[in-house]
C-alpha cells in the first residue's frame, strides 16, 4: 500500500517562514494531483493548496500570495513553502494525492505546524 510520508513541521514565530516535504514510498497509479490540507483544534480540514499533474496551482485565499506549492508528478512529491507565516496558520497539514472521482484519495499521516505570536 502507498504511504505519504511527510516531514517539515515544526515551531515558528510570526513572520518566520517553513517547508514542508511530502514523498510517495512508491509510484502512484491513476495519479491526479497532489496537494496540502490543514486542520485546525475544533475545525474542519481545509485545502491549503493543491497542484494538478500538469502544474496547474490552486490557494486557499487566507494563504495565497504567502505559501507556494511545488511538485514533481514523476517522483510522486509535493512540497509546500510556507512564507510570513501567522498564527492562524497553526494547525496539522496533510499531504493528498489525488487519484480522481474512482478511487480514495491518500493521506499522509500529518505534520504539526505552530506558528507563535
Known amino acids: 500500500q502507498v504511504q505519504l510520508v511527510e516531514s517539515g513541521g515544526g515551531l515558528v514565530q510570526a513572520g518566520g517562514s517553513l517547508r514542508l516535504s511530502c514523498a510517495a514510498s512508491?509510484?502512484?497509479?491513476?495519479?491526479?494531483?497532489m496537494g496540502w490540507y490543514r486542520q485546525a483544534p475544533g475545525k474542519q480540514r481545509e485545502l491549503v493548496a493543491s497542484?494538478?499533474?500538469?502544474?496547474?496551482?490552486n490557494y486557499a485565499d487566507s494563504v495565497r500570495g504567502r505559501f507556494t506549492i511545488s511538485g514533481d508528478s514523476a517522483k510522486n512529491t509535493v512540497n509546500l513553502q510556507m512564507n510570513s507565516l501567522k498564527p492562524e496558520d497553526t494547525a496539522v497539514y496533510y499531504c493528498?494525492?489525488?487519484?480522481?472521482?474512482?478511487?480514495?484519495?491518500?493521506w499522509g499521516q500529518g505534520t504539526q505546524v505552530t506558528v507563535s505570536s
Open positions: 497542484i494538478s499533474r500538469g502544474g496547474i496551482t
Open positions: 493528498n494525492a489525488d487519484r480522481g472521482p474512482y478511487m480514495n484519495p491518500i
Open positions: 512508491r509510484i502512484i497509479s491513476n495519479l491526479n494531483g
